[in-house]
């Protein structure tokens, strides 16, 4: 995968972050579990790009597909 791919898988995936980010809070009733939404989001999206990268510095993919 090109530097390139990754780094527009990167943006796309911080661009759906943000919407749903901006989604949570946009909806009133969720004002309870706001906090919890937005840390569960922002824990996925580190994690996706830290597997995303891993793939760099580790010189190739963490799931070997046969």
């Not at 946009?26 to 597997?51: D, E, K, M, S």
């Not at 793939?55 to 799931?63: D, E, W």
Request: with cysteine; glycine share 10%.
């Amino acid at each position: 995968m090109s530097l390139l791919a990754i780094l527009f898988q990167l943006i796309i995936g911080a661009l759906i972050i943000g919407l749903v980010l901006w989604l949570v809070q946009q909806i009133p009733g969720l004002v309870p579990f706001a906090n919890i939404i937005r840390v569960v989001a922002i824990c996925l999206f580190v994690i996706y790009a830290i597997y995303l990268l891993y793939g760099i510095l580790g010189g190739g993919p963490m799931i070997h597909l046969r």
